[in-house]
């Protein structure tokens, strides 16, 4: 069996162009989703997301701009800036790329978005929202990861998902989505961490297994039944030599490995990640829907 490739580059391609025509439609009512990032530091990692986040939004049509606080900033102008653009109509979402520098206390930067433009759903409303299965905005990576099995006919519904990873970020809110009685949701929920006693007797019980632990090739195949759906969230550099950058990118599974036994696989990269920048996207015009009153 050679398993079949769920491409996240194709499925965000088809929710952009949807999100496309949502945002024509919105102008034409006057009203243009509106983004704004804002970055403390230079990491060249958040330096990219930001990018590509921003570049994105001009591909479909949301309004962004980008606010750069140099690595020292203090923590008062990063709120005082929160605030201000709370109060600024021009912006329906706002992000504030992770990680912070350490001198500045993220939980207190996060819940002062107001949770009406907190797009990330990183609020500890929203994310009490998702877990009580109210409307909100749900967080994007694990947004991502629904659509890609929804949108590639492996509804989740009925199925036992095993999460390998409780990150706040990714496994703890996937589980939130995925177990609530709704249409693509509707799961059977199992998360592991390291303190899981014999993790390949639970991970070969999953219909669709999720990495998301930050170690790579962690799942190898004997540790999955055949046929599994696997979708990685990993994204983890390893030195190749053969690279002109030094390095290249693999997921927390064994990719080559998997292809013998799995029936889809997300790749890495080209699989989660350009879903998380859509659903970025998504939360933003859905936010600008709610703020205007033309949320359907
Ligand atoms: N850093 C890594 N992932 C994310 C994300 O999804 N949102 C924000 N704000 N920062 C991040």
Known sequence: MTAKIISGTEISAQIREELKEKVKELKGKGVTPGLV???VGEDPASVSYVKGKSKASEEIGIYSETIVFPEDAKEEEVLAKVEELNKDLKFHGILVQLPLP????TSK?????VPEKDVDCFHPVNV?????GEPTFMPCTPQGVQQLLVRSGYDPGGKHVVICGRSNLNGKPL???LVQKKSGANATVTICHTGTKDLPSI???ADILVAAMGAPKAITADMVKEGVVVIDVGVNRIPDATKKS???LVGDT??????EKAEAITPVPGGVGPMTVTMLMANTVRAAEMQSGLAK
């Open 109 to 113: 930067v996060l819940n002062t978005i």
């Open 203 to 205: 991970t070969r019980q």
């Open 246 to 248: 030094g390095f290249r």
């Open 175 to 177: 589980a939130a989505i």
């Open 128 to 132: 009490g929202k998702l877990l009580i």
């Open 254 to 259: 064994d990719f080559d490995a998997m292809m």
């Open 102 to 105: 350490k001198h500045i206390d």
């Open 37 to 39: 990032m804002v970055r």
